[in-house]
Each structure stands twice: as C-alpha cells, then as structure tokens.
C-alpha cells in the first residue's frame, strides 16, 4: 500500500503517551474485577474468550518491549499511517501466541500490572525518537504508540461487547488517535477529493477519486460517531447495516465505502 503524498498528521507525543497509559488503566481496572465465568464468555474475535482477549491487550503493549529489545533500524521507512496495512498479514501468529499466553498467564490482573510498571520505566529511558523495528517498518517509538491507541480502543470495545455491563471507558485522546489513524488509513486506501469523510469531532478526510470538491458543501459526505467509525475500519460493524441502523449518514454518488472497508481485517 503506497504512502499518501500529502503530509502526514502529526500526533502529541505527550498526550499520546498518556492516552495510551490511561486506557491501559481503565482496562486494568475492569480485568480486576472479571470474575472466573466472565473470562470464559466468548467474544466476536474468532473463538476468543474473554481470557484471550484480554491476554491479547496486554501483547499489543508488550510489543513495544519486544520492539525495544531489538537493535534500532537506521532510518525510518514507513509512515505509522501505513501500519494499518500490515496488520493481516500476522493474524495467524497472533491468533496462536495469544492462545498461548491466555493459557500461561493463569492470574491476568498480575501479567497486567508488570506490564503497566514496565511500559512506563521504558518510556521514561527512551525517547520518542528512539526508531523500533515493528511488523509494518521502522517506526519512531512515538508513532509506534499512535498505533497502540488503536489496539486499546478496538479492544476495549470487544472487552465491552463480550462482558454486558462492564462499560470500560474509553480515554479521549486514545479515541482521538485511533479515529485519526484509521480515517487517515482509508485516505490512503481510496486517495482522492471526491468524497469528504467526517467523523466529529476528530477527523475530516478526503478521499475517493473523483471531481475534487473546493468551495461550498461537497458532494458526496459521509459523517458518523468515533466508534461507530472505529468499528466499521476493524470489521466489527458492516458498512450496510451501519447505514441500514442510521448510525452513518451517506450523501453522494461517492459516499458508499462498503467496498472500501474493512481496513483491518
């Protein structure tokens, strides 16, 4: 998938740093108060409990330990945009090192809380310029946490639509990053001016080939909620029924992304 050529977004590295914290900590909370039958409900991640899943948000964090454990490439060579891309192509690993570690993590309130006092001693010793060798490139360390916004959030939401109840929080700024990202990813997939994508408050993007829109209200325009957004760029929800519940609104010859989407697969 090509780089786009417009410029890329630029992302706090502070505010993401805390962003990412601070969802790792709401989710920290929840996994404490799981009991033994909650772990073992089933979720919508192909045939993962709760257990599972939960393992999993943890891995998705220790992959900046493993990241840093590694010697640092030279020179960056992809845009974090691009990461979004990269993801499928590790699912089948994935899939089965989160069986296994699922199944050798027996107390996760106890793997979670290591890797929430590691994550920050690393943060404190490497600066976010600091390259890491990731599945999708090289990536500074502080673009590489613009992407683990995006596994909090999606995941977080799994968490909270396999445990009724739970309603772990979202953190502001994470749905702030994951939202930017991936509207950013689809501008990538579909570059072009034809239709404007919006997602409020966080994220205007113009995408799709086309007759470039310039002044006035454009002619093909999608808007929906953060979420609803997240959900459609994972697979989590389908472009039809989206529009079919109102949950997206979709104006334009241009405006049907059904075709476009999922971007993580």
Not at 29 to 57: F, I, K, M, N, Y
């Amino acid at each position: 998938m090509p780089p786009s050529r417009k410029r890329p977004r630029a992302y706090d590295p502070a505010r993401t740093r805390a962003a990412v914290l601070a969802q790792f900590g709401h989710v920290r909370e929840a996994v404490d108060g799981l009991r033994a039958e909650q772990l073992d409900r089933p979720t919508r991640l192909g045939g993962w409990s709760v257990r599972e899943l939960v393992a999993h948000l943890g891995m998705a964090l220790t992959a900046v330990h493993r990241a840093l454990e590694r010697p640092a490439p030279p020179k960056p060579d992809v845009q974090v945009v691009e990461w979004a891309f990269a993801t499928a192509a590790s699912a089948a690993a994935i899939d089965d090192s989160t069986r296994a570690l699922a199944a050798g993590r027996p107390d996760l309130g106890a793997y979670l809380a290591d890797i929430d006092t590691t994550l920050r001693a690393l943060l404190a010793a490497h600066p976010g310029g600091r390259l890491l060798q990731t599945a999708a490139g090289a990536l500074p360390l502080d673009d590489y946490l613009v992407t683990r916004t995006v596994e909090l959030v999606v995941h977080t939401d799994d968490l909270n639509a396999a445990v009724p109840g739970l309603d772990v929080p979202l953190d502001r700024q994470a749905l702030a990053a994951a939202t930017r990202l991936l509207a950013d990813a689809l501008a990538v997939k579909a570059p072009g001016g034809a239709t404007e994508v919006r997602v409020p408050p966080y994220a205007v993007v113009q995408c799709v080939e086309g007759p470039r829109h310039t002044r006035g209200t454009p002619p093909n325009v999608v808007e929906t909620d953060p979420l609803t957004w997240i959900r459609l760029a994972t697979g989590r929800l389908a472009w039809t029924d989206a529009v079919a519940e109102a949950k997206v609104s979709a104006s334009g010859e241009r405006a049907g992304l059904g075709e476009l989407l999922p971007l993580l697969a």
